[in-house]
């Protein structure tokens, strides 16, 4: 009981709390920031690089970035599995 009665003290920290518009809100700014930063961080690695060596510092750099949000995809599950609390619920 004492577990249930912490796990309410705490407050999580969702995308929109749980309420459909301030979540869609949430998910459409995420999405914009997201299509923001990509453009950008693709030129930064194209222009530190000759142009000769452009496709292959690109695809490189998305490798590392598709990677990795495939790892975090994949370690959700076990964060869950592992820990009390569900993974997409930060409480401070």
């Given at each position: 009981m004492a577990a249930s009665s912490s796990r309410?003290?705490?407050s999580p920290c969702f995308a929109g709390s749980?309420?459909?518009?301030?979540?869609?809100l949430a998910a459409?700014?995420?999405s914009a920031g997201t299509a923001?930063?990509?453009p950008t961080?693709?030129?930064?690695?194209?222009?530190?690089?000759?142009p000769v060596n452009r496709a292959p510092a690109a695809?490189?750099?998305?490798?590392?970035?598709?990677f990795g949000?495939?790892?975090?995809?994949?370690a959700t599950p076990l964060w869950e599995w592992i820990g009390d609390e569900p993974a997409t619920v930060f409480s401070y």
């Open positions: 309410q003290a705490r749980g309420a459909f518009g301030a979540t869609l459409i700014l995420l923001l930063v990509h961080l693709i030129a930064a690695v194209s222009d530190a690089v000759q695809g490189v750099y998305r490798f590392w970035r598709d949000n495939a790892r975090l995809a994949g």
